[in-house]
């Protein structure tokens, strides 16, 4: 029966350039002991999702990220399984960045890789940010900015993230 099926469902596509019901489909994917979405190349619902670590601030002040209490928002296009969101609390950078949207960032860069980016910062305090990352005064120490809030001069930045996507509330 399964040879059956599978002739016929090959047949469908190529001779006759039909595209298979989705019962055929799930009929060979129970064959082949695996999924329609497999198939398909569909990634599963579990990988649709990514931790919300908390907040980053834009103004505000907000200290470190911890596990967000498990939450999940969900994943943007292409994400990775290192990609993971913070939402802005604060108004220093609009209009490029409101309060409430989500942030997705899927890997940690020094500061000098991301000069005159925005991206999300962790201060050596352990806030963190969305900011502008500029040059400081002296090697090692940088001066984040915003689009309508004073500078930050001369911090240490442990690290700067660049921003994979954006979801306005």
Sequence with gaps: MAAGLGNTFVRDMLERSRVPSID???KIAKVLDTTVADLLGEQPDAQRFVPLMGYVGAGQAVYPIDDGGGEMAEAPPEASESTVAVRIKGDSMLPAFEDGWLLYYSRHLPPH?????????????????????????????????????ADIEDVVVEWAAPIDWIRPR
């Design 24 to 26: 055929k489909f799930a």
């Design 113 to 149: 890789e991301m000069i005159n980016r925005r991206c999300v910062v962790q201060l050596a305090d352990g806030r963190i940010l969305v900011k502008t990352i500029r040059r400081g005064a002296a090697q090692d120490v940088w001066t984040l900015t915003s689009t309508n809030a």
